[in-house]
């Protein structure tokens, strides 16, 4: 273990019990279809907390000093129900959301959540599509899961693997998981299908790597090598100063910049388009003799939120798993909604809220973090990640 993983924690702040005022609508102000936010960013991807608990202690995430025995994690009663979310989805729908992915904690922890798939798969798109419908997952339950989950209408999964050596991987997990059992859950996945992904330049079947330097960056060329050619999209994620748990310090980003030079020094890589508007991960494909791009050996992905800023074309929203809605994966507070959901609320009041937020919605934290001020930046009130998700 490094001497950086040994650093200590900075003590939680419960932002669960807060929320920030819902706007009132009245009947003049209605919000209905497509919409944009004070910076012309549209609404197109909504990430759904399904569970803030996680059978991991990822000590980027959710370290044990903090999330131990004794942490009081959220009643049941406080979860929306599969039903809530469902309500909700067509809200944002409405709105123009696209791409739903479920998140946690573990999403898999949560019992029953292919009921939840099935009731997601039947909803339809603006443009009378289904939905984009992903899942993230640290992927210890993905083997013994992932057939009903196809069956459920799940398409596409991440996966979080950060590194292939066993050692590296059970301290970063630090409950002693081996990543066999990870490897195995991937293998899985694609085997029943939930890699395939019709019409698209690259599968649905992704690995995740956050990269801390001095814990696990040496792992990079290894999982470069491991998953090239794979049809698996391997991508390298900045360690990120999301929450106030994870003693987060810049001189533990390695950054997108350098993964990429590392890996192309030994496997030639170039860039390739975005797939998708507001899509956070930089493309990079493995080169041929000729330096086209070799399809057979794949791509990288890089996600560079500390250094390179992806504000100004982000699409996202985030709702945790009681029904808060945040605007920023760096927020400080969210919108509650639930009130709405077990009110008297109707379909139209709710698709005006969310409306209302979202047209006054200014964030940009990753674009001021390195003009702010430590206390400016809200280090100790943010959200945590395993609260919102990724």
């Known amino acids: 273990m490094s001497e950086r993983d040994t650093h200590r924690t900075i003590p939680l702040t419960d932002l669960r019990n807060s929320g920030l005022a819902l706007p009132r609508p009245t009947r003049s102000d209605v919000v209905r279809g497509e919409l944009t936010d004070t910076r012309g960013r549209p609404l197109r991807d909504l990430r759904i907390s399904v569970t803030d608990r996680c059978n991991f202690r990822c000590n980027y995430c959710m370290p044990k000093e903090v999330f131990d025995k004794d942490y009081a994690y959220l009643p049941h009663g406080d979860l929306l129900s599969f039903e809530e979310i469902t309500r ?6 409405a709105h123009g959301v696209q791409k739903i992915r479920l998140t946690g904690g573990e999403p898999l922890l949560r019992k029953n959540l292919e009921r939840l798939i099935e009731q997601l798969a039947a909803l339809r798109t603006l443009q009378g599509q289904p939905l984009d419908i992903t899942l993230t997952t640290n992927g210890s339950l993905l083997a013994r899961k992932a057939q009903s989950l196809k069956d459920a209408g799940l398409r596409r999964v991440t996966v979080s693997l950060d590194g292939l050596d066993d050692a590296v991987f059970r301290r970063m997990n630090d409950v002693d998981f081996p990543v066999a059992d990870v490897l195995h859950g991937i293998e899985v996945a694609r085997q029943v299908g939930l890699g395939q992904r019709e019409g698209k330049p690259t599968g649905g079947l992704k690995v995740n790597m956050v990269v801390k330097r001095g814990s696990n960056d040496h792992e990079i060329l290894r999982m470069a090598r491991h998953f090239r050619g794979t049809g698996i999209v391997l991508r390298f994620i900045e360690f990120m100063d999301v929450g106030a748990t994870n003693g987060w310090c810049m001189d533990e980003v390695v950054p997108s910049a350098e993964v990429v030079r590392r890996i192309h020094g030994e496997m030639p890589l170039l860039a390739l388009e975005p797939c998708a508007a507001g899509e956070t991960a930089q493309r990079w494909g493995y080169a041929d003799a000729h330096g086209r791009h070799d399809t057979a050996a794949g791509e990288i992905g890089v996600i560079s939120s500390v250094t390179q800023a992806f504000c100004s074309d982000c699409n996202r929203a985030r709702l945790s798993t009681e029904g808060k809605l945040y605007l920023c994966l760096f927020a400080q ?47 100790a009130r943010r959200v945590e990640m395993s609260y919102i998700g990724g």
Do not use: M
């Open 88 to 93: 909700l989805a067509r809200q944002f729908i």
């Open 333 to 379: 507070h969210g919108f509650d909604l639930k009130p709405l959901l077990r009110g008297d609320a109707s379909d139209e009041d709710i698709a005006s809220v969310i409306g209302q937020i979202w047209q006054g919605r200014s964030d940009r934290y990753s674009e001021l973090r390195s003009s702010l001020p430590p206390d400016a930046a809200g280090g």
